[in-house]
């Protein structure tokens, strides 16, 4: 089995900082995607940005030039830098890994979840 284990969500004034974490596990042989997702209450989960395995990324625009996507290919995690936040960035924001290839198949796979609030 995959797991995805986020860390780094909280609260933080506006204009602050926060740096996401997201660890995939599990008898894992590669990840063609890793990203993240958020979601507030009533709508649907989105796409914030995405990092593929050869270094493509894809970013919402309203977090263009604020947030920054990384990975780290062998320790299969993916990191969301987050700067100058606005209150219209909280939510809860997910990880999401996909094409996960193992030894036994391939899937898609969420974390749980952490939630970030931006407020004074």
């Known amino acids: 089995q995959v797991q995805l284990v986020e860390s780094g969500g909280g609260l933080v004034q506006p204009g602050g900082s926060l740096r996401l974490s997201c660890a995939a596990s599990g008898s894992i042989r590669s990840i063609y995607a890793m990203g993240w997702y958020r979601q507030v209450p009533g709508k649907q989960r989105e796409l914030v940005a995405s990092?593929?395995?050869?270094?493509?990324?894809t970013y919402r625009d309203y977090v263009k030039g604020r947030f920054t996507i990384s990975r780290d290919n062998a320790k299969n995690t993916v990191y969301l830098q987050m700067n100058n936040l606005e209150p219209e960035d909280t939510a809860v924001y997910y990880c999401?890994?996909?094409?996960?290839?193992?030894?036994?198949?391939?899937?898609?796979?969420w974390g749980q979840g952490t939630q970030v609030t931006v407020s004074s």
């Open positions: 990092r593929t395995s050869g270094g493509t990324t």
């Open positions: 999401n890994a996909d094409r996960v290839v193992t030894t036994t198949g391939s899937g898609n796979y």
